[in-house]
Each structure stands twice: as structure tokens, then as C-alpha cells.
């Protein structure tokens, strides 16, 4: 079993009396920011002007410039930008202003891990990454708690990178809550499976397939709707509480036994034959390669496969029906 470290074992001095750069006011960007300035840290903020972000760091009494100024004497630089345009902001921003001893720390090593952005010998690489959105890393912070938090040390020059490390994850609450040590490598790859084959891409298909099916049968769409999407949160949010057991539990005898002897026919074997490859693949950059290539091409497969989603039967039902579910608040895209 992993060692979880907590407060006492990761002491805020190591930030006490120094700046923390954060490049990028998004999800975790704002959760970041408040929290470390909230722990009695100074923070600087490098937000484009003209966008949402910018105004919202400007809400939050932050004063958001270039990345330059903000990296500027900074001891800690935390890149929250999405993956894709982190490899060329870093190249022609950040490391240009680079200095000797300085810490880029990350919350995901996306790009590190998979070599888009190389570091220099002289400065210390480090990730935190909470295991909650940013909006949770703030709101439980300022409830006096916090969202684990998971460490990994990548290159640590004098020895003074892991220290500022878990000084952040004090300072955004994540050593309240517990830290587990992790390699960028697992961290990365763990990350990108888990969302593919079953957060997001197993999820999502699961939940047409099935929709699909009800409705192909003569099944109405809305009563399909209510059993293949909209009660996917009530076993969801026994399984956070509690784990497959306490679901398990919760539910009926007739539902248990269904879930008892028809999980296997539909994860079968073969499915984890697939499950396997698209780990392969993680494993070995092509994802990742593929995804950048992607972006960088102007995201026309991306965009077709989203559009062709976007109004499929399933869809253009939920949004009749969760109009009717006042205590949703239903966010149409």
C-alpha cells in the first residue's frame, strides 16, 4: 500500500517569503492561485487579456500580465494550460526566462512524460496533481479541508524541489486531505486510460449503446433516457460513497443479481483485449502523438466526431427531459 504523507510531513516553509508564477487562470489555475494566496503565499498570475480568465483573476484581486513579468523572481512556475499548447507556449515563453534553481511544477505530465516539453538540467520539474476539478480543490480548502493530492518528483536539481512540492500541496489544501507519491510516467498513463476506457470514452459509449438498443427495440426514447443516462449518477454516487459494495448493497436483490451475472457478458474478455491495446498505445506515445498531431492539423477529425454527437437522438431527448427536472441545473452546450 502507497504511504500517504500529510501536513506534518510537508512543511509550507519552503514557500514561506517566495513567489509562485501560475501560467493560466482556468480549473485549476483560480483553484490554485486563491488557495496558495489565501496559505499566506505571494501569487502572480499570467492570463492573455481579453479573455474570460483574465477577468476573472481581475475578479478574484489578482493582477494578471505576461508570463515573463510573472515568472519574474519566481521560485515555483505552475503551468495550468491545457495539454496541447502547453509544449509551444513553454518554448517560446517560459523557457526563454527560465532561471538557474527555479521549480516548474505541473498537474498532470502529459507533456513532460511524453518528451514535448524538455526541461534544462538547471531547474527542478515537480507535479501536484489533486484528484478532484478545480472548483472542489477551492471549495473544500475553504470549508478548512482539501482534495488528495498525488506527487511526483521528476528532476531535482539540490534537493529543494520536492520540498517546494509538497509546500504547494499544503498550500492548496492537499496535504490536509493526504499526498501519494507517483512517477510522472504512471501518473500520465493512468491518467489517459482511466478516462478513455472508462470515465469518458467507456462511459459515453456504454450509455448510447444501451440507449440505442431500448429505443431500436420500440422502446420510447424518453423512458430509455431515464434508465441508460439520467440514473447512471444514482449508482455513481454510491460507488464514490462507498465502493462497488456499498452500491451492491443499496440497490434492490433483482438489480444485484443482474449486475452479478450480466457485467461479464458485456466486459467480456475480448473487451479486455481492447482495454490492453489502448493501453499499448498509451504506453507508447502514439495517443499522445496522435492528439498533438491532431491539434496542430486544426482539429477537423476532432470537430466531426463531436459535431456528429452533439445532436444524436439521446442528446436532443435530454434536453427536453431535464428541463423538467427543476432540481438539475442543466447545463446546455
Known sequence: MAKVLYEIDAPIDALKGKKVAIIGYGSQGHAHAQ????????????????????????????????????????????????????AKVYETQIKPNLKDGQTIGFCHGFNIHFGFI???????????APKGPGHLVRSEFVKGGGVPNIIAIKQDKDGSGRKIALAWSNGIGGARAGIIETTFKEETETDLFGEQVVLCGGLSALIKAGFDTLVEAGYQPEIAYFECMHEVKLIVDLMYEGGINYMRYSISNTAE???????????????????????????????????????????????ALYNADHDCQIEVV????????????????
Open 35 to 86: 488557495n496558495l494566496r489565501d496559505s499566506g503565499i505571494a501569487v502572480a498570475i499570467a492570463e492573455l487579456p481579453g479573455t474570460a480568465n483574465f477577468e476573472l483573476a481581475k475578479k478574484h484581486g489578482f493582477v494578471p500580465g505576461d508570463i515573463a513579468t510573472a515568472m519574474n523572481g519566481a521560485a515555483l512556475i505552475i503551468i495550468t494550460l491545457p495539454d496541447e499548447v502547453q
Open 118 to 128: 524538455k526541461a534544462p538540467e538547471n531547474v527542478n520539474v515537480v507535479m501536484i
Open 257 to 303: 443479481w443482474g449486475d452479478l451475472i450480466t457485467g461479464p457478458k458485456i466486459i467480456t474478455e475480448e473487451t479486455k483485449k481492447t482495454m490492453k491495446q489502448i493501453l499499448a498505445d498509451i504506453q507508447s506515445g502514439k495517443f499522445a502523438n496522435e492528439w498533438i498531431e491532431e491539434y496542430k492539423g486544426g482539429l477537423k477529425r476532432f470537430n
Open 318 to 333: 435530454g434536453r427536453k427531459l431535464r428541463k423538467m427536472m427543476k432540481w438539475i441545473d442543466s447545463k446546455e452546450v
